[in-house]
């Protein structure tokens, strides 16, 4: 992180003046908080101040003609990407010096979202969820979403979280062998990777919202909250669908900026986040799924220790 060639790389990106001019500017976005916008997100962005997101987590249409309700998707590829460049530049601009940016979508779409991000952002991660697609024919199985992590600087706000170990379904034992060593293995969980795949797909429509065709699961999207943000940080959702990201972000103590075209759509995101409550496991907040805690911070997990008097070993 701090080798020659990587403080060259982000003196390219942001300069010290640069960055003095780039301090968040809170006002002028109190009246946008909280709130899921019945609008264009492109228009809602240009109306933000730059500097001011902390977090942008981006789940566009895929140009893959699903039935939304007002959108139509099914732009030509060119016209697509075209406008996939206009507003990941704005929501790079929004972007805090310290902030970060997650954008999910197919692997092929996000070969060209990556060249485009690029030139405006630092890469950090491709991260591969895991989610069992079907097979196609004459294709290898397509078995993962892809999450593209950027960041505006180097110096980025970042946690690392942890996810509790992995054990068999039938006899509880635990699937990683430490081969002896069992002092090695962490008191609540392996420390998440690129590659996530314990967190499952919403694939019954009982399990989702009405009427919206590619709902995410929220606990997918709180992992990346718990990674780069704190509490009473902002995250922006420019596409919220049926409102995933606004109840992740509400129950972790995040504030919230959401868009969407379509006026169903926002209500019933609305209404979702209106519902959630802040969730925490004693002090810290947790990710929680059918009531099992599936990520946590690192630093929490070492505070907890601390305030227990435990330097090592203890459960979350
Ligand atoms: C893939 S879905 C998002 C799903 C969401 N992440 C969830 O978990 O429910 C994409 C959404 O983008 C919305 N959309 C399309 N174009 C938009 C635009 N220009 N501004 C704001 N929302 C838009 C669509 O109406 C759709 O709900």
């Given amino acids: 992180m701090n080798s020659t060639s990587d403080l060259a790389h982000t003196a390219s990106k942001c300069s010290p003046l640069e960055k003095l001019s780039e301090e968040p500017e809170d006002d002028g976005i109190e009246h946008l908080i909280g709130k899921v916008h019945d609008t264009d997100c492109l228009e809602l962005m ?7 997101m902390s977090m942008v987590f981006a789940d566009p ?19 697509y990407m075209a406008w996939t460049e206009e507003w990941l530049t704005e929501a790079c601009r929004i972007l805090k010096p310290d902030g970060s940016l997650f954008v999910y979508n197919i692997p092929k779409l996000l070969t060209y979202t990556s060249a485009i991000l690029n030139d405006l952002a630092e890469f950090r991660h491709w991260i591969a969820w895991n989610s069992n697609g079907q097979p196609l024919g004459k294709t290898l199985q397509p078995a993962h979403y892809g999450i593209l992590f950027y960041t505006k600087n180097r110096n980025s706000k970042f946690y690392d979280v942890r996810a509790p170990h992995k054990t068999c379904r039938k006899c509880d034992a635990y699937l990683k062998d430490y081969g002896g060593k069992e002092y090695l293995r962490h008191e609540f969980g392996y420390q998440v990777s690129d590659v996530w795949d314990d967190i499952h797909r919403i694939r019954h429509r009982s399990k989702r919202i009405d009427s919206h ?7 997918l999207i709180e992992r990346m909250i718990l990674m780069t943000t704190d509490e009473g940080d902002i995250v922006f959702d420019p596409f919220c669908g049926g409102g995933s990201a606004a109840v992740a972000a509400k129950q972790l103590g995040r504030r919230y900026i959401g868009a969407d075209i379509d006026k169903g759509y926002c209500d019933a995101a609305t209404e979702r986040m209106t519902q959630a409550k802040p969730v925490k496991n004693r002090d810290a907040y947790v990710s929680i799924h059918l009531n099992k805690i599936v990520s946590m911070r690192d630093i929490d997990i070492k505070l907890r220790n601390k305030k227990n008097g435990r330097t090592k070993k203890t459960n979350a």
């Fill in 46 to 52: 240009r109306s933000m101040p730059t500097g001011s």
């Fill in 61 to 79: 249409p895929f140009n893959l003609n699903k039935k939304y309700t007002s959108y139509k998707d099914n732009l030509p590829f060119a016209q």
């Fill in 213 to 219: 065709p590619c709902q995410l699961p929220i606990h």
